[in-house]
């Protein structure tokens, strides 16, 4: 383990770990860690059987990993610990499977999920209870698709793709035509296209394009409950936080990072490598690698600075106002010169 | 298809379409469209059968539809093309009907759908794969309701109405007393009514009414994952962007246009006609026909004056300061005179 | 009725109601209510049997409760009306529970519902329609699972606890590694545990934590649309309204309060009582009790100081402009005196 973290043992190599757990919840055989050093008095009382531990800090008698990172040394142990979970083959019988359909070998079919007409599912993918998949989808190898996740029709999904818990795949796009006073829904005869090792979070959406496709490409990752409207075109690695929302036909390069709950306008462009923080508003199109803030969405370090000044704005008026009095006092003792 | 749009068509009037999509794409079959003077390179080269372009171009020798806007041509184009869905009508073996409700002729009952005690649908209606209606609704004519829909009991549902993947109607609202030191849920007696032509996408909340209804009027369109609390009331034909927010008991007139992930405070009238641009937050009432903007939303206009103002802020500080000095200068100037 | 509302009556005690509605809306066996004057003309026309109003108004010859609050005395009354929804105890034949889960006395399981491998749920608790407990999951007492909920693995669920329709509890947390030039996901071995009392909105979704449990303390409420992410410990007694993001690891303490779409940073710390303003966006750690605003949230007296502020900023350049233009005038006579 202490390889795994590229970390320094101090103690026995012998304990063996069955989980990870805060210094003060640790049973007497897990892995512990220590990141401030506020915890050193915790430290002292825990029944961790061993602790991970910044090279920086010291003075505990415990079976001691001496990491310079112990955060990420943590990701590296949950690694260690992780057991995929094990779904069997086969397929439920309360599942239903049109007779057209093609599952690959090894597929797992859950509890009341539903496969409609010549959709394919690739070797060792999981459809886990209550999920559904329209007709024509192809689904590639080694996905995971979540209880309650529905794939509309015509979907066409990569290798090793997870959709979170009631994910939606292909939704009716936001689009309308005011006629004869009313408002019509606009055909949306496109589909979505989601590549290969895309994960997506519970609850978001993705809808189908008018024509051509929806596209999320290889790698991205979508958290919980963000909407991704029709014709939207998201590049490669990237990673979009929760609650994002995207207008339709906007596109985004590779490896672009949203924060939490940010919003991207209709038809504009972003471009590779761009970072827009936590709530922000992108209404322009954004070049390669800037890193954005605010509403409108502005670079970052012109937001803090309007923030700052915006902070010391309240005491600006009485500064102009005594300007104004000083300025008259001066002008009519000119006048009196 | 030329009349259809309003075009000119340049080239043989006997060509077959068999779709849409962008030049760089289309199939020999496919029509295709040219927006931008950018893409005419591209139009020498496509394969497809014929182009939707903009009066003001020229130059391309291809079949031609000459329009005044193509992304509109777009629009009915797709019209031309759209099949709608064939929903075969009957009951999936699977299904779940209460001996007491009532389907009408040509209702499709897919997988796994769940209809309650007493509720009705009408002719033509589509219940597709594990939808749930709760008892005493009333579902009307040529509805769709899609896979994963939660109706909740006595929800009341218009003619054409669609329901978009995992919506939800009819959910307790978010209301609490304070009682013995414990927030207590108060009772929600009310229920939902949804106009004829409403429609509503994937993922929204709509909450029950503590009495009465929470009411979404006749045409009126909702995007993804917005939330509609209890006792809201939406007039009709409005149009409502992505992950809106709309607090309980707020009330929003005829034809109100409101851009993405807007919120709107509990208890206030938003008159008819209002829009109110993207990541609006709506505090207090407002009258017929304004067009607001930021958080807390105000007229569009003023809006756009701060942020002008805003982006100068950052000079305004040193300008100050020198008048400051200037001034400082000037008086112990005068007082040596 | 008068006497649950602390309320006065006026006209006969022997009425019969069936129920609450608007004053033009009330039927004749109606309960309503009063609230402002304008409304005084209505109340002359009403059918309703009796009418809730409150202390400071008068003449109207109806069965009149005069009471201090009638928003509060509406909901104490809609106590009296609520009839709690009945499930029969049973399991419907559709639903598939595992051979080594148990179900408690008097639970009550709707159709299509599935229950994984050694899962327990606890006497009088109600699995509504198609909602879904993954293995290993421990649910209370008289707690009622929505239609369309997904519970996933080793979840915790209190007493009396009410998960709305398609809530997700457990989804993967969004937690990624960079590895190779790839995204990896870090393994999320923890789970969620949810307290006694508790209520959660439809569509919201609960992350399950990367070891140890993402928490939702007693009696704590979420409304609808809400993400949770992982390792997230929500104190007890705390209301959290619609479309609110909390990141991971963030802490709130008790009773803190939150506004419609709040965003909170990951890793901070939010005290006991905090109140936090619709919309604002809190990136640092909050003392116990302050009430905060805005995008960074500060305290609600500070930001409205400097939204009062800002609503001046327009006038300002003009301001400053004649000043220095005075000072030049100054200064220039100055130079010839």
Same mark, same amino acid.
């Given at each position: 383990?202490?390889?795994?973290?590229?970390?320094?043992?101090?103690?026995?190599?012998?304990?063996?770990?069955?989980?990870?757990?805060?210094?003060?919840?640790?049973?007497?055989?897990?892995?512990?860690?220590?990141?401030?050093?506020?915890?050193?008095?915790?430290?002292?009382?825990?029944?961790?059987?061993?602790?991970?531990?910044?090279?920086?800090?010291?003075?505990?008698?415990?079976?001691?990993?001496?990491?310079?990172?112990?955060?990420?040394?943590?990701?590296?142990?949950?690694?260690?610990?992780?057991?995929? %979970?094990? /779904?069997?083959?086969?397929?439920?019988?309360?599942?239903?499977?049109?007779?057209?359909?093609?599952?690959?070998?090894?597929?797992?079919?859950?509890?009341?999920?539903?496969? =409609?007409?010549?959709?394919?599912?690739?070797?060792?993918?999981?459809?886990?209870?209550?999920?559904?998949?329209?007709?024509?989808?192809?689904?590639?190898?080694?996905?995971?698709?979540? %209880?309650?996740?529905?794939?509309?029709?015509?979907?066409?999904?990569?290798?090793?793709?997870?959709?979170?818990?009631?994910?939606?795949?292909?939704?009716?796009?936001?689009?309308?035509?005011?006629?004869?006073?009313?408002?019509?829904?606009?055909?949306?005869?496109?589909?979505?296209?989601?590549?290969?090792?895309?994960?997506?979070?519970?609850?978001?959406?993705?809808?189908?394009?008018? /024509?051509?496709?929806?596209?999320?490409?290889?790698?991205?990752?979508?958290?919980?409950?963000?909407?991704?409207?029709?014709?939207?075109?998201?590049?490669?690695?990237?990673?979009?936080?929760?609650?994002?929302?995207?207008?339709?036909?906007?596109?985004?390069?590779?490896?672009?990072? /949203?924060?939490?709950?940010?919003?991207?306008?209709?038809?504009?462009?972003?471009?590779?490598?761009?970072?827009?923080?936590?709530?922000?508003?992108?209404?322009?199109?954004?070049?390669?690698?800037?890193?954005?803030?605010?509403? %409108?969405?502005?670079?970052?370090?012109?937001?803090?600075? =309007?923030?700052?000044?915006?902070?010391?704005?309240?005491?600006? %008026?009485?500064?102009?106002?005594?300007?104004?009095?000083?300025?008259?006092?001066?002008?009519?003792?000119?006048?009196?010169?």
């Amino acid at each position: 383990m202490a390889a795994h973290v590229a970390g320094k043992l101090q103690g026995s190599d012998h304990t063996e770990l069955s989980g990870i757990a805060e210094l003060a919840l640790a049973e007497p055989q897990e892995l512990s860690f220590l990141i401030n050093e506020h915890d050193l008095e915790i430290a002292k009382t825990t029944k961790a059987a061993a602790v991970l531990i910044n090279d920086s800090l010291a003075g505990v008698s415990l079976p001691m990993v001496w990491v310079s990172n112990v955060p990420e040394a943590i990701n590296l142990v949950l690694e260690l610990f992780a057991q995929p %979970p094990e /779904f069997e083959p086969g397929i439920h019988p309360s599942a239903t499977i049109a007779p057209d359909a093609i599952l690959g070998t090894n597929v797992s079919v859950g509890a009341n999920v539903v496969v =409609e007409d010549r959709t394919t599912v690739g070797e060792g993918s999981v459809l886990q209870a209550g999920c559904y998949l329209g007709h024509d989808c192809i689904v590639g190898q080694q996905c995971r698709i979540a %209880p309650g996740v529905i794939v509309t029709e015509r979907t066409e999904i990569g290798n090793r793709v997870v959709l979170g818990e009631n994910v939606v795949i292909g939704s009716q796009g936001f689009g309308y035509r005011r006629r004869d006073g009313q408002q019509r829904h606009i055909p949306h005869l496109g589909a979505v296209r989601i590549g290969d090792d895309v994960e997506i979070g519970a609850g978001t959406c993705v809808d189908r394009a008018k /024509f051509g496709f929806t596209v999320i490409g290889r790698g991205t990752k979508i958290d919980n409950l963000a909407s991704i409207a029709n014709n939207v075109r998201i590049g490669e690695d990237c990673l979009i936080a929760a609650q994002a929302g995207i207008a339709g036909s906007a596109r985004l390069g590779d490896r672009v990072v /949203f924060g939490g709950q940010v919003g991207v306008r209709d038809n504009i462009t972003i471009a590779d490598g761009v970072i827009a923080g936590a709530r922000s508003a992108i209404h322009h199109d954004l070049p390669s690698g800037v890193i954005v803030l605010g509403v %409108p969405a502005l670079e970052r370090r012109q937001v803090l600075r =309007e923030q700052a000044v915006l902070r010391r704005l309240p005491q600006w %008026p009485a500064r102009i106002k005594k300007l104004e009095k000083r300025l008259t006092d001066l002008e009519s003792a000119a006048d009196h010169c």
